[in-house]
Each structure stands twice: as structure tokens, then as C-alpha cells.
């Protein structure tokens, strides 16, 4: 690994095992714990506090397989404050109990020490193929490969994981961890088709004509915004996703150094302020820029990003640019960006930088809807889908869930969804094989 890639070792450390039991202990065991009210997927957090306050970790484990399929991501990405431990009693106080923690340190230990072995049922219900291996796909897939159904995930990509592969840092989000638990997936009988392109390779009428009861598409929102202002094609002006995904594959040593959109040295500028904004500017910082600054258009208490990640950002030398709205991107005689024209709280002002990252957003891509007949869309390109059964398109057998359907939100929240469509799925195919018989 060369130097500069040292220094995406990850930021938060793990508790050893006497920490773990320490902070499990501090447990209220609340008769209403608000907590699990605060997990999207109501996770019994008590449940697997109290086990693991008694050392009892594959108990603890085994409670948290019932409603996660990935709890080592989720316990390093997920954003705590704002959901299970944000709910916790103790949280008000300033004492709240390090929920995400302990989860990872349970996910890491079932890892390392392979404690739990699932009794997996035969998989004779159904076949599903889903689309996409992000957080919604790769939940389906777990979900549904436990009740019976056999489970193909296709990929456009070489390794399976999507945004949680390429999109996150992996100093918050190591690429290790992140196969550990598609192993996980895997070994719960799911096979994985990669380098396929769903719309391109195969279709999905190809894929009913393969076999296949139900089609899931996961593929979340792959198109990044663009920013409608003059100077916006000039050489400079990057998406943040390319410079998190260019970065992911340097640190993997898949690509050299001189492919990563950063020449070290360089002032940086990233516009928007969630959380792809903050993983942009810390990566920047990672990557030897000279300067970085978020240049947002609204208030500190307005930005989308988690607050830990904006604090951690702080700490580490990012500038930030409140209510401040970009105008123009200006360039020099050779068209690479040099500065930009902005609206400031001090007026206009032309503020210099050498590299600018979009981050304001991304939208669905269209290669499958434009390759599918009957998947309805609304205005925005993202997928219409039914309350019964929950998450069907309007093509009959054909799911949809995550960011595809829901906008860009969190991993959590994209799971959460994935979980009540693979609900969905199973109703849909068990109605049609009954329906066969």
C-alpha cells in the first residue's frame, strides 16, 4: 500500500472486549426503550445490549440477524445521533449509550471468531434476480434467501457492494469490512452475476424468460446533478462520486495515482453539504489538497450532513463558506477552472480554486426503465411503486426500493424499505405458485 494510502485507515476505533461489556452495562433496559423506536428497522437494541453486557455475543448476534443484514456497515455509517442513540434516555444528559459501537463490535467479533452458523431452509420457494448490490439489493437478498428463495444479485461492477464499495471513504467505511459481510450474504446461498449490466447485457424480459418468479431493482440514484451556471464544463469541475469512486479503486490498487481527479497542492471547492459533501472534503484532505472549503448556500443548521462528520471535518482543516451561492465558474485560457463568482453574506466575491466538486444531489439513471416496458416514472425518473404488494412497479413481478424509489437517503433507511418490499416479493410469488398449482 504507498504512503498516501495510510491515511485512510479507519477514523473511528473499535472497543476491546472489556470497553463493549463496560458500555453495555450502562444499559437502562428501559421498559419502552425509545431507542428501537429511533431504528428504522427496530432493531432490539435492548435485546442485544443485555446479551452482550453478559458476554453472551452469539446470542447477541443472533438477535441482531432477525432484523440486520448488515450491522458492521450500520454501526459504522449509520447516523446514530439522529436515530437509535439520538432516542436513547441517557442521550439528553450527554451519556448516551454508544449503540453504533456496539453493534459493530458485535458484527466484527461474529466475524472474526465465525460464531454463528444459520440453519437455512432449502431453496424451493421461488427464484428472485435482483438489481443493484447496495444496501437495498444486498438486504433483499438476505431477507429472501432466508425464507427459501433462491437469490441471483447482477452487478455492473467487478466487486459486489455499490455505493457502499465505491461511494464511501474508507476511512469511515474500510472495503474489508464491507466483503466480510457480502460473505455473509453469500453464505446464506445467494450468487452473484458481476460485470453484468442490467439493460445492456440482459434485459429484464430476458431475466422472466430465465426463470426468474420476481425481479428487484435496487440500483439506486446513479446519476450525480449538475450545477446550471456558466463555466460549468470547464476542466476542474468534478462530481464528488468520481472522486470517491476514483479514490475507492486507487486505495484498492486498481488504478495509479495520476487517475484520482486531485493534484496535491491544489484549493479545493466542494458545493453542497451532505454527507457525500463531507466524505469529498475529507478525501480531498486525504489526498494532499492544499486547501479545502465546503461552499454551502444556506445555514450551518440547514446542512443534510451528519453532524459527527461535519465536526470531524472541522477538526481536520475543512473551511466552510456558509450562504454563499455559486454564480459562475471561472476559467482560464487553457478552460480549467480557476476560481468562482459567488453570492457571500459580504456580497459578490470571486473566490479562487484550482479543482471544484459537485455535490448537490443525484437522480436515477434510466437504462433499465428505457429497456423494460410498463415501469412507470414519475416527472423526476424515479420509480412508482404499490403499497400492495408492497413495492411493485407498475409491471407486474417487477420490485423496486432504496434510493431508486425514495430518493437519496441513508444506508439504514434504504434497507428499511428493501425490507418491507422483500415482504412484498415473498406475498407476490407465494400468490403466483398458488396460483400455479
Request: glycine content about 10%; aromatic content about 6%.
Amino acid at each position: 500500500m504507498s504512503e498516501t494510502n495510510t491515511t485512510f485507515q479507519e477514523v473511528n476505533e473499535s472497543y476491546s472486549i472489556n470497553e463493549a461489556i463496560a458500555e453495555a452495562k450502562r444499559c437502562l433496559n428501559c421498559k419502552n426503550p425509545s431507542c428501537k423506536k429511533g431504528c428504522p428497522i427496530e432493531n432490539d437494541i435492548p435485546g442485544f445490549i443485555h446479551q452482550l453486557s453478559m458476554g453472551n455475543m452469539g446470542a447477541a448476534m443472533s438477535i441482531i440477524n432477525e432484523k440486520s443484514n448488515l450491522p458492521a456497515i450500520c454501526g459504522r455509517v449509520c447516523p446514530h445521533e439522529k436515530q437509535c442513540q439520538g432516542h436513547c434516555v441517557l442521550y439528553a444528559k450527554g451519556k448516551g449509550i454508544q449503540i453504533g459501537k456496539l453493534e459493530r463490535f458485535i458484527a466484527d467479533f461474529d466475524t472474526e471468531m465465525n460464531l454463528i452458523r444459520e440453519r437455512l431452509p432449502q431453496k424451493t420457494r421461488g427464484k428472485v434476480a435482483v438489481i443493484g448490490s447496495g444496501p437495498a439489493g444486498l438486504t433483499v437478498a438476505g431477507d429472501l434467501a432466508r425464507q427459501g428463495f433462491s437469490v441471483t444479485i447482477f452487478d455492473g461492477q467487478e466487486e459486489p457492494g455499490g455505493v457502499l464499495m465505491y461511494g464511501i471513504p474508507e476511512y469511515r467505511l474500510p472495503k474489508v469490512v464491507v466483503r466480510k459481510e457480502i460473505e455473509k450474504i453469500e453464505a446464506l446461498g445467494v450468487t452473484f452475476a458481476l460485470s453484468c449490466m442490467v439493460g445492456k447485457d440482459i434485459t429484464v424480459d430476458q431475466m422472466f424468460e430465465k426463470g426468474f418468479d420476481a425481479i428487484f431493482i435496487g440500483t439506486g440514484t446513479a446519476l450525480p446533478k449538475s450545477l446550471d451556471v456558466p463555466g460549468a464544463k470547464l476542466r476542474g469541475v468534478v462530481q464528488s462520486s468520481y472522486l470517491l469512486h476514483m479514490v475507492s479503486i486507487y486505495n484498492q490498487n486498481t488504478v495509479t495515482r495520476d487517475r484520482v481527479p486531485l493534484i496535491e497542492g491544489e484549493r479545493v471547492g466542494i458545493i453542497g453539504c451532505g454527507n457525500v459533501a463531507m466524505d469529498a472534503a475529507r478525501t480531498a484532505v486525504r489526498m494532499g489538497a492544499g486547501s479545502v472549503s465546503v461552499i454551502y448556500h444556506r445555514t450551518e443548521n440547514e446542512m443534510s450532513a451528519i453532524q459527527s462528520e461535519y465536526q470531524e471535518a472541522v477538526k481536520e482543516g475543512v473551511k466552510f463558506l456558509w450562504q454563499t451561492s455559486t454564480q459562475e465558474f471561472l476559467g482560464d485560457e487553457q478552460g480549467h477552472v480557476r476560481a468562482i463568482r459567488a453570492n457571500t453574506p459580504e456580497g459578490e466575491q470571486v473566490i479562487p480554486f484550482d479543482r471544484i466538486y459537485l455535490a448537490i444531489g443525484s437522480r436515477p439513471a434510466n437504462r433499465i426503465v428505457s429497456t423494460t416496458t410498463g415501469i412507470d416514472v414519475d416527472d423526476t425518473g424515479y420509480i412508482i411503486t404499490k403499497e400492495r404488494p408492497f413495492g411493485m412497479t407498475t409491471r407486474k413481478g417487477v420490485f423496486a426500493g432504496g434510493d431508486v424509489v425514495h430518493h437519496p437517503q441513508t444506508v439504514v433507511l434504504a434497507m428499511k424499505a428493501a425490507k418491507q418490499v422483500a415482504v412484498g416479493i415473498a406475498q407476490y410469488v407465494d400468490a403466483i405458485k398458488l396460483l400455479e398449482n
